[in-house]
């Protein structure tokens, strides 16, 4: 008896299944997602994550550019998404909104944060006033940080009557020419020192080699005490990196003009403090390995 293929002896079900020849193949009743989908969700997963790092203070912490970790945070979510392990791509994004919770809305940060400042109780007449520097446009004017630093720093050296202040110059190449900040810092002093005498190292890059030509220029001048001048959350760092060149120091953190220290009300503030924080707790961590302080 023929089938319904018209051939004796074959037949097949409503299923589409041969009984002579075995299963037939038939496509999956789901939906199947394209590999670009893949990629685009796992990039796109780690560098939500890497957002709100880089919002915490990662990019200063290490001292790498945002650009770069984002370009990384990409690379990584787009390879490991088509693995098997691209459900630990949800790992680093619920870790860093949970961080980014805790200390946007919760007192956690504060005593830690507090607890790298360092202030010095009044002590003798210092030699010179000391002040570490910032951030510089490419026009070669301070930038905030460093203008809070060294305006504190002229009122010290004007309300205690210290006759020298220590400057750092910062140089940086912008289209084939090198633009330094030594010109707006003279003129600052100038304009606000009260007659201080500005002197000015250079070829600095890091706290550690500004107390290095901090301590030289201290010898060259036979200065044996000065009074750093600094941020808030910074003055443990360079004050400790200081002293251990053998300077006498009185430790003299800057006015806080972006965030008031003591009062910590909104998760604005919080976060400012946190960026700075976390700089300069891993700041601390690597001067202590190398043996900077």
């Not at 796109?44 to 880089?54: N, Q, R, S």
């Not at 979510?77 to 949800?90: I, K, M, Q, S, Y």
């Amino acid at each position: 008896m023929e089938g319904p293929t018209g051939q004796a002896g074959r037949r097949l079900d409503l299923a589409g299944v041969s009984l002579d020849h075995g299963p037939i193949a038939l496509p999956h009743p789901g939906r199947v997602r394209p590999g670009w989908v893949v990629v685009t969700c796992g990039a796109a997963l780690v560098l939500g994550a890497m957002e709100v790092a880089l919002t915490l203070g990662l990019a200063d912490a290490l001292s790498v550019r945002d650009a770069s970790l984002r370009l990384g945070a990409l690379l990584v979510g787009a390879t490991v998404a088509r693995t098997r392990l691209a459900w630990w791509l949800w790992l680093p994004s619920v870790a860093a909104l949970v961080v980014f919770l805790l200390v946007a809305y919760t007192p956690l940060i504060e005593r830690p944060a507090l607890a790298l400042l360092r202030a010095d109780a009044p002590g003798p007449l210092a030699d010179a006033v000391v002040v570490y520097s910032g951030a510089m446009t490419d026009a070669g004017h301070i930038g905030d940080i460093a203008l809070t630093r060294l305006v504190s720093a002229l009122d010290d050296a004007q309300r205690l009557g210290i006759p020298h202040v220590a400057l750092s110059e910062q140089a940086r190449a912008v289209r084939g020419r090198v633009i330094t900040s030594g010109a707006d810092q003279r003129r600052l002093v100038a304009l606000l020192g009260g007659g201080a005498q500005p002197h000015v190292v250079q070829g600095v890059t890091n706290t550690y080699t500004e107390s290095l030509a901090f301590a030289a220029l201290a010898r060259t001048q036979r200065w044996t005490h000065v009074r750093v001048v600094t941020s808030p959350l910074h003055a443990r760092r360079a004050c400790t990196t200081l002293e251990a060149t053998g300077l006498t120091v009185t430790c003299a953190p800057a006015t806080s003009r972006d965030v008031a220290l003591t009062n910590l009300g909104s998760s604005g503030a919080r976060l400012t403090v946190a960026r700075a924080a976390i700089h300069e707790a891993v700041g601390l961590v690597v001067y202590r390995a190398r043996g900077w302080r």
